[in-house]
């Protein structure tokens, strides 16, 4: 659906009613991801796609009988020989799709606009539906914002919405659109309940300062948690496509320079791998005064302790040096520059959930963590 959120926006806007059908889940060879839509409004005006015009003619009806009915309908499309056009995907593959009416004066209208306003202006949300469950809740949502504050409800139990706002936050934090089951009560256990989480974020940006062999190791770490990754250095023989291919851009600059004047939030993570004076000072000197989510430096700790100095010698204080996650990592005695990406990676995480990183075998420590990230502390494990 926030595929076409300006579209959707300026309907909302005019006070139209109509439907909209959003594909819930895909098997086999799909056309449409899940997330794509088509929508109707009540003269018969469509936008988007479902399928690329395999059912879309079905579709279409549907959402005319959502509107005349007021109640959402669920759909499965597969193959069909005998007629793949009109019910059918030629492709062969399967597509679940919902279909929701929203109307002036449906209880899920004001929530959906939310998300399609924050969408419509390039702001990050989420909005989560329930695709599959009770009949009483199908349709449902709320939106999430990167803030973790959220409006709209579930209608079920209260911790229901809480479990949905959480790891609707986590989807969006990643960019990612898909669905998740949870029980009815907020449980992580499954079923009953599907929800469909929709995101609208740029995916979260990874900078790593250093094109060293742990560099490539760790690009490949970032881009499997989701992460837009950067590899920045000042030597050009070094800092080449060839030797990072899995990274999603390689800057040739001097890292302080190039973080003066690129785009960081607070999801960025700033891994510092270089172990240079030269090079950390001045780059960790700017780095620990943005406000960024994560930033660690590569070294040993008497690295760290020379690091330290020369960081206090050029003006930082000791709220800012307690934001350094050095010796970057957590202890996992990680050797090679692939063990050393996991323990990077695994410390970036906990950092983001509020996570120890201590073993969850006889600990009485929640598995999932749902409020603010403990503070980091003044010095790291050992990578």
Do not use: N
Not at 88 to 113: H, K, N
Not at 149 to 173: I, K, M, N, V
Not at 182 to 187: A, T, V
Not at 244 to 273: G, I, K, N
């Amino acid at each position: 659906m926030l595929d076409i959120a300006e579209e959707l926006h300026r309907w909302v806007e005019q006070g139209r009613d109509f439907a909209v059908a959003t594909v819930v889940a895909v098997e086999g060879s799909a056309p449409r991801p899940p997330g794509a839509a088509l929508a109707v409004d009540a003269d018969g005006t469509a936008v988007g796609s479902v399928s690329g015009g395999c059912v879309e003619g079905a579709v279409y009806e549907l959402c005319r009988q959502a509107l005349r009915d007021g109640r959402p309908v669920p759909r499965r499309f597969g193959h069909s020989d005998e007629d793949a056009f009109a019910e059918g995907l030629t492709c062969g593959g399967v597509v679940d799709v919902l279909v929701m009416p929203v109307r002036v004066g449906d209880p899920v209208r004001p929530v959906l606009a939310a998300a399609l306003s924050a969408a419509a202006r390039g702001e990050p949300a989420a909005v989560a539906r329930v695709v599959s469950g009770p009949a009483e809740l199908t349709g449902r949502a709320l939106v999430v914002r990167p803030d973790g504050s959220h409006e709209g409800g579930l209608g079920g139990h209260p911790e229901l919405d809480r479990t949905a706002a959480a790891e609707a936050g986590a989807f969006l934090e990643a960019g990612r659109t898909g669905t998740l089951e949870i029980g009815e009560r907020g449980s992580r256990c499954g079923a009953p309940l599907t929800l469909l989480v929709e995101s609208r974020a740029p995916a979260p940006r990874m900078i790593v300062f250093g094109a060293i062999d742990f560099a490539s190791a760790l690009v490949r770490a970032g881009k499997f948690l989701g992460y837009h990754v950067t590899v920045c250095d000042a030597r050009p023989v070094f800092a080449t496509v060839a030797r990072f291919p899995d990274a999603d851009e390689v800057v040739v600059e001097w890292p302080h320079a190039y973080l003066a004047r690129t785009d960081v939030d607070a999801r960025t993570v700033l891994c510092v791998l270089t172990h240079d004076p030269k090079f950390d000072v001045p780059l960790l000197r700017r780095a620990l005064r943005l406000p960024v989510a994560y930033v660690g430096a590569m070294g040993s700790r008497r690295t760290h302790l020379d690091r330290e100095a020369r960081l206090c010698e050029a003006g930082l204080g000791d709220l800012e040096l307690a934001r350094l996650r050095s010796p970057i990592g957590l202890d996992l005695g990680a050797r090679t520059p692939e063990e050393t990406a996991l323990s990077i990676a695994a410390e970036i995480v906990a950092a983001r959930r509020g996570g120890t990183g201590a073993s969850l075998t006889g600990a009485r420590t929640p598995i999932h963590h749902d409020g603010p990230p403990a503070p980091a502390g003044r010095i790291g494990s050992v990578a």
